[in-house]
Nanobody
């Protein structure tokens, strides 16, 4: 199983980024997918989840700014992040849980700074 995140980088406050997580080795279309993030010195926190049917759930801190989506044909989940602020600075991780395992990507750094 592989989860490969991409799309992170340095962005100014108010800017946007789109993260991608491309997966292999799982039956992507039947699994919920989740984005987490971990800021320096803080615990990893859930950012957004999308079910196999496309229902979504967000952390209060990102509601209205972030959008999670999925493309089952590409085995990829996305996180569109708008109106970014310095508190969004973190390493963002893609996650999938199966009945037997819990898989993580390597993470992609997002830095929001002027």
């Amino acid at each position: 199983v592989q989860l490969v995140e991409s799309g992170g980088g340095l962005v100014q406050p108010g800017g946007s980024l789109r993260l991608s997580c491309t997966t292999s080795g799982i039956i992507f279309r039947i699994l919920p997918m989740t984005w987490y993030r971990q800021a320096p010195g803080k615990q990893r926190e859930l950012v957004a989840t999308i079910t196999k049917s496309g229902s979504t759930n967000y952390a209060d801190s990102v509601k209205g700014r972030f959008t999670i989506s999925r493309d089952n044909a590409k085995n990829t989940v996305y996180l569109q992040m708008n109106n970014l602020n310095p508190e969004d600075t973190a390493v963002y991780y893609c996650n999938v849980r199966t009945t037997m395992n819990n898989f993580w990507g390597q993470g992609t750094q997002v830095t929001v700074s002027s």
